[in-house]
């Protein structure tokens, strides 16, 4: 079976509302890695409205120190990358200090949107992060909006912008869902992958599972494709 990055984690330990130990992260990224995932990107979230970006950085630094001391000399782990899982807020394209926030100190950033009905606004503040910033925009768990807020022209509105489209893996195992999320993947409209995985029970790793569905529905070069854009955010393309 082909892999893929997963590109939505919340697997540092104590950081926010996913892994509680350094003992629990760790068990994450072997489940990862039993997966057959070889690189994880730790996404914590951030919301800029209730915390300041410094403090954030210091506990992430410290969480990434914690688990790296602790996985030292596993050779069986995925690699690990550091990002943030970016909720958007008015005039975030104004904010200088977004790059702060990218995956890897890259071009590309995850930004989680509202629960609520996007504006003609918010989809400028997202073309601004390019225009103004030059950073990218990743659209954390698409999934999450394309039915519950009834946004029918939100699919296409994304793709005319310099965006990518990240897709939890509930997407194509949700029986309700998969049907959307596969024809999305089809026609270029997700770009990448995540589980966004916050422990070992209600909420564990799960690409596997969503990557044999695509295979069966999609074919391996769907897979490929994934891989494509996975390049080219590590490459900064």
């Known amino acids: 079976m082909s892999t893929v990055v997963d590109f939505h984690s ?135 909006y394309v039915k519950g807020l009834q946004t029918a022209k939100m699919v296409q509105r994304l793709a005319d912008l310099p965006v990518l489209v990240q897709a939890n893996a509930e997407f194509f195992l949700d029986k309700w869902k998969q049907k959307k999320g596969l024809h999305m993947l089809r026609d270029g409209k997700i770009h990448l992958l995540g589980s966004d995985c916050h422990n070992l029970t209600s909420r564990k790793p799960n690409l596997e599972a969503a990557l044999k569905k695509i295979e069966k529905y999609l074919g391996k070069d769907t897979i490929s494709q994934i891989n494509h854009y996975e390049q080219t955010v590590f490459s900064d393309k």
């Open 10 to 144: 919340h697997i540092l330990p104590g950081i926010d509302d996913g892994s509680k130990s350094t003992e629990e992260s760790v068990a994450m990224l072997q489940m990862e890695w039993d997966q057959g995932i070889s690189r994880v990107v730790a996404t914590p979230h951030f919301y800029p409205q209730h915390d300041q970006l410094n403090r954030f950085l210091d506990r992430r630094r410290q969480a990434e120190e914690i688990l790296r001391e602790k996985t030292q000399g596993i050779m069986q782990l995925p690699v690990l990358h550091m990002g943030a899982e970016v909720h958007f807020f008015q005039g975030i394209s104004d904010c200088e200090e977004l790059p702060l926030l990218t995956v890897d100190g890259g071009n590309y950033i995850l930004i989680e949107m509202p629960y609520a009905p996007w504006t003609d606004e918010m989809y400028y503040q997202l073309e601004s992060i390019y225009t103004k910033r030059n950073l990218h925009p990743i659209i954390a768990h698409v999934d999450r």
